[in-house]
């Protein structure tokens, strides 16, 4: 069955770096975009970008445009999200899910992986 | 950006009820339109897919409608494993957006 599997929770300073995995089976990995969606403490559902792992295209929300990188490694069937400058409100759960089209809804969803940023 | 707003924003009912949860775009999308349900701790569930198209796997309690700007979710007997909080996504341009969710409690 299809699987998203994250790393674990991580707690990091303010002005930190944090990088997210996400590995998937259960399907082929570089027929399905890989978005990354987050959410703050008492807050709703934030997408921050997608990444096509067959070519590596990716697309970014303005929002986090200059803070965010996604990448993947096709021979392992992961994802990664990379966040830098980490302020307190970066305090949230990291979701990956896989959509077979941007346009399309997200089919199946990790359990994400709970990002701390505090002093 | 395309601003996503459900109503209401919390929802008391109880089992066996009729529930409606509405979704507004402040633009025509469409029918690029997604609901998902999410219990905290588990990951987010897709329900139904480009406004009425019902996810495989998804009780058929659960349907869809509406197409531009207006769009609901309704649930036609609510069960004990649907108290939830529910959220609408469109998919119809970018940066895609989720409406503020609906908590449905007992």
């Known amino acids: 069955q299809v699987q998203l599997v994250h790393s674990g929770a991580e707690v990091k300073k303010p002005g930190a770096s944090v990088m997210v995995s996400c590995k998937a089976s259960?399907?082929?990995?570089?027929?399905?975009?890989i978005h990354w969606v987050r959410q703050a403490p008492g807050q709703g559902l934030e997408w921050m970008g997608w990444?096509?792992?067959?070519?590596?295209?990716?697309n970014y929300a303005q929002k986090f445009q200059d803070r965010v990188t996604l990448t993947r490694d096709t021979s392992i069937s992961t994802a990664y999200m990379n966040l830098s400058g980490l302020k307190s409100d970066d305090t949230a759960v990291y979701f990956c899910s896989r959509s077979y089209d941007p346009s399309l809804g997200f089919d199946h969803w990790g359990k994400g992986t709970l990002v701390t940023v505090s002093s | 950006d395309i601003q996503m707003t459900q109503s209401p924003s919390t929802l008391s009912a109880s089992v066996g009820d009729r529930v409606t949860i509405t979704c507004r775009s402040s633009q025509s999308i469409n029918r690029n339109l997604n609901w998902y349900q999410h219990i905290p701790g588990n990951a987010p569930k897709l329900l139904i897919f480009?406004?009425?198209s019902l996810e495989d796997g998804v009780p058929s309690r659960f349907s869809g409608s509406g197409s531009g700007t207006d769009f609901t979710l309704t649930i036609s007997s609510l069960q004990f494993e649907d108290f939830a909080t529910y959220y609408c996504q469109q998919s119809y341009s970018f940066p895609l957006t989720f409406g503020g969710g609906t908590k449905v409690e007992i």
């Open positions: 259960g399907y082929i990995f570089t027929d399905y975009y």
């Open positions: 990444i096509k792992p067959n070519g590596g295209d990716t």
């Open positions: 480009a406004a009425t």
